[in-house]
Every structure is written in structure tokens, then in C-alpha cells.
């Protein structure tokens, strides 16, 4: 059975960080393309950052020079580094996995940015 498990959500002040941990299990990240998600409160999911299985990241602009994606294929994990996080920021982050037809998502971990 495929699943992909986030971790490292939390409450944090803004301006502080996060590392959010994306964990496979049953399927070998190392195939896929990886991405972040996050939905807002009264908002449509949308696409904060993206892996490819070759290495190639990009993030949305609202991120840039903020948050970075990575991967650790021996850990068959993806990351979310987050800095200097903003209210904004707040939202449920969810973790995809592409290869060809497959696609597999994890079930959220919470982001709360508040003083």
C-alpha cells in the first residue's frame, strides 16, 4: 500500500521556520515527482514547490527566497524548508508523488503562523 505521511507541521511565530518531512512508504520516491501543497483557509489548494525525480526544483512567487523543496531519496523522503514565515503562510501542507500515472498524496500536516 502506497502512503505518503507529513510530518514537522506545528505553530510557529512569524519570521521563524519550519521543515516539513514528506515519508514514503511503499512506493520508491526516487521515481517520482515530488510537490508541495497548501490550502488556506477559505482558499483552493495550490502549488507552493515542486521536485523533479531528476533533481530540478522550482517554487511559486509568493515563496521564492523563503521556502526551498528537497530530497533525500536514500531516506525515500521530500522536504519543505520554510523561513521567515508569514501569517499568510498559515494553511493545511500536503505532500504529492507523480510517476506516469501514479499519483499519491499524504493527508496534511497543520502550518499555523501567529504572534
Known amino acids: 500500500q502506497a502512503q505518503l505521511v507529513e510530518s514537522g507541521g506545528g505553530l510557529v511565530q512569524p519570521g521563524g521556520s519550519l521543515r516539513l518531512s514528506c515519508a514514503a512508504r511503499?512506493?520508491?520516491?526516487?521515481?517520482?515527482?515530488m510537490g508541495w501543497y497548501r490550502q488556506a483557509p477559505g482558499k483552493q489548494r495550490e502549488l507552493v514547490a515542486q521536485?523533479?525525480?531528476?533533481?530540478?526544483?522550482s517554487v511559486v512567487d509568493s515563496v521564492t527566497g523563503r521556502f526551498a523543496i528537497s530530497r533525500d531519496n536514500d531516506k525515500n523522503r521530500a522536504f519543505l524548508q520554510m523561513n521567515k514565515l508569514e501569517p499568510e503562510d498559515t494553511a493545511v501542507y500536503y505532500c504529492?508523488?507523480?510517476?506516469?500515472?501514479?499519483?499519491?498524496w499524504g493527508q496534511g500536516t497543520q502550518v499555523t503562523v501567529s504572534s
Open positions: 511503499g512506493i520508491t520516491l526516487s521515481l517520482y515527482d
Open positions: 521536485i523533479t525525480s531528476g533533481g530540478s526544483t
Open positions: 504529492k508523488a507523480v510517476f506516469r500515472t501514479l499519483n499519491y
